[in-house]
């Protein structure tokens, strides 16, 4: 005689939350350093995109809102600078980094229109990672 044994099923507790997610926008025209800034970024919980200039960098925004941007200030249509009001008037919690050449004018004025930092270029990879992780977290 065969005996049946009744098994609950398992309960199984799913996670249906992902990973909190980063999302990074590199607004800059030089393909060499945009891709070094995205190899030295990527971490598996970032999400980078790249735009290389002015126009692009608005229709990204206006589709996807990233967490940072970092804006260099010297773009092929224009400068980085310019578009610091918009940021701040139609997405106030993007954080921007502004990179760019050591020109102590253009911090001043990045800094005063809303940039959170300014990295003068050349900067070390610890700058970059210790201002990206303040601005992150």
């Given at each position: 005689?065969?005996r049946f044994?009744?098994?609950?099923p398992?309960?199984?507790?799913m996670s ?10 590199i607004v800059?025209d030089?393909?060499?350093?945009c ?5 030295m970024?990527?971490d ?10 002015l ?16 804006l260099d ?13 918009y ?24 800094l005063?229109?809303?940039a959170h930092?300014?990295?003068g270029k ?13 601005l992150?977290?």
């Open positions: 005689m065969a044994f009744y098994y609950p398992k309960t199984v507790f249906t939350s992902k990973p909190a997610v980063n999302k990074i926008l800059e030089e393909g060499d350093l891709l070094l800034l995205e190899l970024l990527s598996g919980k970032t999400s980078i995109d790249h735009v290389k200039n126009k692009a960098a608005r229709e990204f925004i206006e589709t996807e809102t990233p967490q940072l941007i970092l200030n010297r773009l092929p249509d224009g400068l980085g600078l310019d578009l610091l009001p940021l701040k008037e139609n997405h106030p919690s993007v954080r921007v980094i502004m990179i760019s050449g050591k020109d102590e004018t253009a911090k001043d004025l990045a005063e229109n809303g930092i300014f990295l050349p900067f070390s990879k610890e700058k970059l990672y210790s201002s990206v992780h303040a992150l977290n």
